[in-house]
């Protein structure tokens, strides 16, 4: 069944651009709509956005404004960028699929889901 | 656009039910049968156990069900058991076309 695997940097430093990958294995990036979603220490769930395989895109409106996210349709994968962090920034970071390929919610996969720290 | 409205907690003793609403606005929860409730252990990937209001993935047990009346939906879990212990969040897609998530609920098992 598809698999998807987080990748970046751990480490980013404030003001600089965050950038994530998401690998999607077992099945094709094509058809189904690939979200990103955070999560603060300690902190509940914020969703971030989302792009489907055509490349039309939905972003959170309090990011919209720093977050871009890509797809790689010959690579297999989705990609997050998001610009001037902060500290606030700091959190698990999970990509995620979802359940049905013509509808944005719910996530039915998700990955494992990749820390990253905004510091100095 | 908010957060939906959890309660940060509730508990229940083994084989009791519990309820865990999750309350939002007519532009969200009220406006769309598309809410659906996550699963989260510590340090795991959140899990999907309900979509589309009151639906279940193959897989989950049956013990979890939904229900939705105006901007308030609600988990329902029955025969409550020690894995049950978690952390659960719900989602909503909006009139906006975009998604927001609850607050977060950590369900205690006593």
């Known amino acids: 069944q598809v698999q998807l695997q987080e990748s970046g940097p751990g480490l980013v430093k404030p003001s600089e651009t965050l950038s994530l990958t998401c690998t999607v294995s077992g099945g094709s990036i094509s058809i189904y709509y690939w979200n990103w979603i955070r999560q603060p220490p300690g902190k509940g769930l914020e969703w971030i956005g989302y792009i489907y395989y055509s490349g039309s895109t939905k972003y959170n409106p309090s990011l919209k404004s720093r977050v871009t996210i890509s797809v790689d349709t010959s690579k297999n994968q989705f990609s997050l960028k998001l610009s001037s962090v902060t500290a606030a920034d700091t959190a698990v970071y999970y990509c995620?699929?979802?359940?049905?390929?013509?509808?944005?919610?719910?996530?039915?996969?998700w990955g494992q889901g990749t820390t990253v720290t905004v510091s100095s | 656009q908010s957060a939906l409205t959890q309660p940060a907690s509730v508990s229940g003793s083994p084989g009791q039910s519990i309820t865990i609403s999750c309350t939002g606005t007519?532009?969200?929860?009220?406006?769309?049968?598309?809410v659906s409730w996550y699963q989260q252990h510590p340090g795991k990937a959140p899990k999907l156990m309900i979509y589309?209001?009151?639906n279940r993935p193959s897989g989950v047990s049956n013990r979890f069900s939904g229900s939705k009346s105006g901007n308030t939906a609600s988990l329902t879990i029955s025969g409550l058991q020690a894995e049950d212990e978690a952390d659960y969040y719900c989602?909503?897609?909006?009139?906006?076309?975009?998604?927001?998530f609850g607050t977060g609920t950590k369900v205690t098992v006593l």
């Open positions: 589309d209001v009151s």
């Open positions: 995620a699929r979802s359940f049905n390929w013509n509808y944005p919610t719910p996530q039915g996969v």
């Open positions: 007519s532009s969200d929860v009220g406006g769309y049968n598309y």
């Open positions: 989602s909503s897609y909006t009139t906006s076309s975009t998604l927001v």
